[in-house]
């Protein structure tokens, strides 16, 4: 038998979706048929699996204790730095500027210094993370960003902040401006393009195209020229819609890679410029909620910008060649 009592950052999750995390190795289908023949009781009644938690309900799991095997502690997060770029902190969220060549999540290379471990580290220093006292819940980015992009991140420290925050930048209560500078001099002061996007999951590469195509998604880019420096344009964007590599793509296909981005651009056209990363930042963040937001209702009409781009300097120091 095991017992759980239900936390703040447990409540409002379906008891299925909890035991799904918070005992991992309990099969699906044991789950369900355990759920229907009440060898899983909530305040020790019959549950469904669409029942919802509240926190300081009992959840009891009458189960063999082989479900309940202790998992070593991997906490790998102690294996990165705590030090982090922070933007704007408070009790629900954490907004970081992530610097250009760091990983959000790890990947099959299995290294620990991602962005995420990063924040697990800072949050456990700080004692607001506790690894042991959660039952299902760790503190999550909303948002991601490419390994060699730079920018704001955003982090959420309980389960309602993410909730909320996932359901705002779903229904684009949350708008994300980027910095980029591109090869030549653009058509227009500024123009929203539209595109259909195919992605290619084996090179992880993106291909736009102007016409509808099968497994196409409609794509559309806003910018606006900030300045031109001889070949090069330094540009604001705004997604109007958010897939993968989009900037980048985009503004490939129509004549204007970004500076320094070698899988959309050309290497020729970067030659000499010393830039190792895309010229790329999601710098700035603007709330604007339409709908209740609960608990994060504060944050409304307030805007981040991160102060230092590293590219824009260069750009209007005129240092750019």
């Not at 503190?139 to 982090?155: E, H, K, M, Q, Y």
């Not at 992880?204 to 070949?231: A, C, M, S």
Request: charged share 25%.
């Amino acid at each position: 038998m095991k017992e759980f009592t239900i936390n703040r950052n447990d409540a409002g999750q379906r008891v299925d979706k909890f035991l799904t995390k918070a005992v991992p190795l309990l099969p699906q289908a044991l789950l369900y048929k355990s759920i229907r023949l009440k060898r899983i009781k909530c305040n020790g009644k019959r549950c469904e699996i669409s029942t919802r938690l509240c926190e300081g309900d009992r959840l009891t799991l009458y189960l063999n204790d082989e479900f309940f095997a202790e998992q070593p502690a991997q906490n790998r997060f102690l294996f990165a730095p705590s030090s982090l770029q922070i933007l704007y902190e408070d009790e629900n969220i954490l907004l970081v500027d992530k610097r250009p060549g760091l990983l959000v999540h790890e990947d099959d290379t299995n290294q620990a210094d991602t962005l995420i471990n990063r924040i697990l580290h800072y949050l456990y220093q700080k004692g607001e993370y506790r690894p042991e006292q959660e039952n299902s819940f760790t503190p999550s980015l909303c948002n991601r960003i490419d390994r060699n992009t730079g920018g704001i991140v955003i982090a959420a420290k309980n389960a309602q902040a993410l909730r909320i925050l996932n359901q705002k930048l779903k229904d684009r209560e949350l708008q994300k401006l980027y910095l980029c500078i591109v090869h030549g001099r653009m058509p227009k002061q500024e123009d929203t393009l539209k595109g259909f996007l195919r992605k290619d999951s084996r090179t992880n590469t993106v291909q736009i195209f102007d016409h509808p195509i099968n497994e196409g998604r409609t794509i559309l880019t806003k910018y606006r020229v900030l300045g031109q420096q001889g070949r090069f344009s330094l540009l604001e964007v705004d997604l109007l819609t958010g897939r993968t590599h989009q900037i980048r793509a985009h503004l490939a296909s129509v004549g204007h890679p970004l500076l320094g981005d070698t899988k959309y651009g050309h290497q020729r056209d970067n030659a000499g410029t010393g830039y190792k990363f895309q010229a790329l930042y999601s710098y700035r963040l603007i709330f604007h909620f339409t709908t209740d937001a609960g608990i994060l209702s504060y944050l409304d009409g307030k805007s981040f910008t991160v102060p230092e781009v590293w590219f824009r300097t260069e750009f209007l120091n005129g240092t750019l060649r």
